[in-house]
């Protein structure tokens, strides 16, 4: 269960790290470091990862069997698919000024999402080495 715990921790850490990548470059884009095109090629070169590591992070919640963590990942598992289906996954270049804000705020909730999901996979990881101990 070890094992598990820590996979799912360093699936969260890389998620966290690709969603504070993308704020980043909204930031740089906000205060005139970065050109939108070359802002839309870095976010939506993550994309596509970000949204199979959160599959994959929640496959593996549901096959352990472990609702509480995976009812974390619902809400993000449900808006990338939405965001897919629609067709409003990628960052478009001649309109990212105007969905500025918008893109910034998804991400935000994603990041606090995951943040949360950080700290529920340490303290279980930890209550799992803990219990393998006695």
């Not at 504070?20 to 976010?43: G, T, V």
């Not at 974390?72 to 500025?100: A, K, S």
């Not at 998804?106 to 999901?117: D, E, G, P, S």
């Amino acid at each position: 269960m070890v094992f598990f715990w820590l996979t799912a921790f360093f699936l969260v850490v890389i998620l966290i790290a690709l969603i504070i990548h993308q704020l980043m470059c909204l930031a740089d884009l906000e205060f005139d470091y970065i050109n939108p095109y070359d802002l839309a090629s870095r976010i939506n070169k993550v994309i596509y990862p970000e949204f199979a590591l959160q599959g994959v992070l929640g496959l593996l919640f549901l096959l352990t069997g472990n609702w509480l963590t995976f009812m974390f990942c619902v809400p993000i598992l449900y808006y990338n698919v939405r965001l897919y289906q629609r067709q409003q996954h990628l960052v478009d270049v001649t309109e990212i000024f105007n969905h500025l804000n918008r893109e910034k705020k998804r991400r935000l909730f994603k990041l606090i999402n995951l943040v949360i999901l950080l700290f529920l996979c340490l303290i279980w990881m930890i209550y799992s080495v803990l219990e393998d101990d006695e």
